[in-house]
């Protein structure tokens, strides 16, 4: 069963065939989506198409999501396209690198948090305001994703946690908001994935054999994983779901204990 068949959706934050929105992407457009992928800047353009060519992508558009023109751009796009939308994907995080590694009263700054904020956070609303007049009284829905280190510390994740808190207060704050006009607001809540946006991250090999030790389920997840409970997030199935976070982390966030292990 083909549950997005006809679903038209914008996903935001595919860098390359790694990227959680590509494990999205795909397992959308299994269900039958059709898609327009936006990238951020010309440097992703290639890697992006790469991604989208497998997927019948209708349409590849710029965007970075911390320029108000630039978004303004995209949904014009998206219009004259389509003229209407049936959900939207933001994957987008973003922090400056030296707020990501150190203690946390030590590396932040006010200038970090801004951008943080900006990028990983406000953008979210953003392109939920530009796009809402594509989306209402479609039973569209819109979907972002979150970390543990939204509701938990962990070494050096810092700001970003921070961002992400208010990214899924944001998720609440929306679907309250756009309820009314049928559309949904939800976000998943990721285990840790090797992507681009990781690859910067000191040790986030020793991350992942924590989490897959730990999890109930033994192991980590994939993007494809992510992608099939995002599909499920945006589609009619999901009808009495908004503005709600889904774990998607072989279960990792119930455990306190973990598994105790040699190692331990
Ligand atoms: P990624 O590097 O593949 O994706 C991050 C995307 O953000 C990139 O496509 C990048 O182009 C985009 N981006 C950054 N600044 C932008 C801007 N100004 N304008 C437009 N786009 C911009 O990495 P990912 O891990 O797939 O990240 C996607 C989302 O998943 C992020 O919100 C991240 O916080 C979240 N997440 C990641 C993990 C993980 O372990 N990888 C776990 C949980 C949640
Ligand atoms: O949300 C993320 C990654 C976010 C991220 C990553 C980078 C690296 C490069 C945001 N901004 C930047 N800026 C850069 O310059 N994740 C959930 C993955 C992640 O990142 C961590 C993690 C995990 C998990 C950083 C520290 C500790 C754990």
Not at 60 to 71: A, F, L, P, Q, T
Request: aromatic fraction near 8%; charged fraction near 20%.
């Amino acid at each position: 069963m083909a549950f997005l068949k006809g679903k038209k959706i914008l996903i935001v934050g595919v860098a390359n065939k790694f990227s959680i929105a590509a494990g999205i992407a795909e397992a959308m457009h299994t269900q039958g989506a059709e898609i327009i992928l936006s990238y951020q800047s010309e440097r992703l353009k290639n890697k992006v198409m790469q991604v989208g060519e497998k997927l019948n992508c209708v349409d590849y558009i710029e965007c970075d999501v911390g320029n108000d023109d630039s978004i303004k751009n995209l949904v014009t796009s998206i219009e004259n396209k389509w003229g209407y939308l049936d959900g939207l994907v933001h994957a987008v995080g973003f922090a400056p690198a030296n707020e990501l590694e150190g203690d946390f009263t030590e590396v932040a700054t006010r200038e970090g948090f801004k951008i943080a904020h900006d990028i990983s956070v406000f953008s979210f609303t953003a392109l939920a305001q530009a796009t809402k007049k594509l989306m209402i009284g479609r039973n569209a829905a819109l979907l972002t994703l979150s970390y543990l280190g939204a509701v938990r510390t962990l070494p050096n994740y810092n700001v970003m946690g921070v961002a992400k808190a208010g990214l899924e207060s944001t998720t609440r704050y929306l679907a309250n908001s756009l309820g009314k006009d049928d559309i949904r607001v939800n976000a998943i809540s990721a285990g840790p994935v090797k992507t681009l946006a990781a690859s910067g991250i000191k040790s986030f090999r020793k991350m992942l054999s924590y989490n897959a030790s730990r999890a109930p389920l033994g192991r980590n997840i994939t993007a494809e994983e992510v992608g099939n409970a995002g599909a499920f997030l945006c589609s009619d199935l999901a009808s009495g779901i908004t503005g709600e976070v889904l774990y998607v982390d072989a279960g990792f966030n119930i455990t306190a204990m973990g598994n105790l292990t040699e190692a331990d």
